[in-house]
């Protein structure tokens, strides 16, 4: 194994996130035989399978916005994942109640995950020209603005009189 997969397989957060894992499986498993446990089965272990993917492409990558990029993926995720487990409960579709595991399981995930993103190094990015990480009025993003498309200057450059002889 190498040392990049062992170090994120001992992060608090990716253990946490195979635990969510497992218990998804668990409820998808015991989920009774419904027309909707196929959609419910696979939102459950679909999400619980991307967190742990984007725990690890956040931990495999050194740009801040790429890391906080993931981390909102897996925010949605685990919202997406437990609202799936939530559903099977009312529709009365598991055997044994595991909203509040699952519950319980978010929540020290949630611990842990607030932990971890608040050590991102915030010094160590650049400019993703989105402008959600950058303060407009930095140079830094007044550079980038200057190189976006401005549809004002663009319209600017045509004639209103021009287009009105077009339209008669």
Known sequence: MSKR???IQKLPVYKIAVEMYELANAIVEALKEDE????LASEIIGNAMLIQVKVAGAAGSSLYSLKMQNAVVIKIA?????????VTEMFDM???DYVQLMRDKVEDFRLAFVNWIRGFDKTH???DNWAIRYDTST???E???ELMFDDDKFLEDFDDEDTDE???
């Not at 909707?36 to 959609?39: A, P, S």
């Not at 685990?78 to 939530?86: E, F, K, P, S, T």
């Open 36 to 39: 909707k446990k196929e959609h």
């Open 94 to 96: 598991n055997n044994d």
């Open 166 to 168: 077009e339209e008669k």
């Open 78 to 86: 685990v919202h997406d994942m437990l609202n799936a487990v939530i």
């Open 143 to 145: 550079k980038l603005e």
């Open 5 to 7: 997969l062992d170090k």
């Open 125 to 127: 990015d650049i400019p």
């Open 139 to 141: 140079p830094e993003q």
